[in-house]
């Protein structure tokens, strides 16, 4: 019913930045919550930071200080500013939508993921 799309990984050196966004459209909730997971290689997929809708932000300790988690609500936008980039950041990135206070997968949206690769 949500559909999410993201946008701007690709191929940075360690120590830069990039910006990811993704766009939502549907039959959207509010309050919701959306977040940031990443997966790489072998690995399991992993929560990055979650935003509420009131702009409430919690942050993975691996990604505090570096990482800042935006929304618009106006644009149905989230955003990930990445900086100070490391090569285990590199994974596949994927934005994630819930209602808040939902625990229904039912409800849940995900995009289709977006590479984020980071050279040494």
């Known amino acids: 019913q949500v559909q999410l799309v993201e946008s701007g990984g690709g191929l940075v050196q360690a120590g830069g930045s990039l910006r990811l966004s993704c766009i939502a459209s549907?039959?959207?909730?509010?309050?919701?919550?959306m977040a940031w997971y990443r997966q790489a290689p072998g690995n399991q997929r992993d929560l990055v930071t979650t935003i509420i809708s009131d702009g409430s932000t919690n942050y993975a300790d691996s990604v505090k200080g570096r990482f800042t988690i935006s929304r618009d609500n106006a644009k149905n936008t989230v955003y990930l500013q990445m900086n100070s980039l490391k090569p285990e950041d590199t994974a596949v990135y994927f934005c994630?939508?819930?209602?808040?206070?939902?625990?229904?997968?039912?409800?849940?949206?995900w995009g289709q993921g977006t590479q984020v690769t980071v050279s040494s």
């Open positions: 994630n939508y819930k209602p808040f206070g939902s625990y229904s997968r039912r409800l849940e949206a």
């Open positions: 549907g039959s959207i909730f509010s309050p919701n919550v």
